[in-house]
């Protein structure tokens, strides 16, 4: 199977479908693990292990990124996802020699805010295919700074702005990175 295929593969529905599957069948047997063997550094190590496991899948999905002149459009990611890997290595080694502080102690209410954030993150991944990725991220940054606490509304927008101008000049415009149109827009302008 070419990567080319298995990029299409993991792009559909079945594929990502696959892929979480995939992850909750390291996570959980990891987790009990962790949990019986009462590990200070639990949580840690199943976000480094899901970290590493997502940078492996986006490294495997850069491959299909465009080529345009002499540079890949996978060339960014592929250094960001290098340096994602090599802190989870540092931290993976510093938490092996015990050198990490242990894992707090979480209340129900900072729980409850990681799973709303999971799920905007994942409703985020929809707007991205229905709004496009520029509108989609303007929302997620807007909402995502709310739940963290920030409530400034100036600062809000202009953050938000500023940083989707960013990524539009530097990567849209300078360096011709293709970002996912979604259906509405396309939709509502043709």
């Known amino acids: 199977m070419t990567i080319q295929r298995i990029n299409t593969f993991l ?5 990502l479908g696959v892929l979480l599957v ?4 390291i996570e959980i047997p990891l987790y009990l693990f962790l949990r019986r063997k009462e590990s200070p550094y639990k949580s840690q190590i199943l976000i480094l292990v899901s970290l590493v496991y997502l940078s492996l899948v986006f490294l495997l999905l850069s491959f299909a990124f465009p080529v345009k002149g002499k540079v890949s459009a996978g060339v960014t990611p592929r250094l960001w996802i290098l340096g994602i890997l090599l802190c989870s290595l540092y931290l993976a080694i510093r938490i ?14 900072q729980s409850r805010m990681v799973f709303l954030y999971i799920l905007l ?3 985020y991944l929809g707007a991205i295919d229905l709004l496009g990725f520029f509108p989609a991220s303007f929302f997620f940054l ?3 700074m ?3 606490s920030y409530t400034h509304p100036v600062g809000l927008i202009v953050l938000s702005l500023g940083w989707i101008a960013f990524l539009y ?13 979604g259906i509405l827009i396309p939709y509502l302008l043709g």
């Open 11 to 15: 792009d559909s529905p079945l594929g």
């Open 121 to 123: 993150c994942l409703g």
């Open 142 to 144: 807007l909402i995502g």
């Open 22 to 25: 995939f992850l909750a069948g």
């Open 96 to 109: 092996n020699k015990g050198k990490e502080k242990s894992d707090p102690s979480v209340s129900s209410s």
């Open 169 to 181: 000049l530097v990567f849209y415009s300078l360096l011709s990175v293709p970002f996912p149109e």
């Open 146 to 148: 709310r739940l963290l």
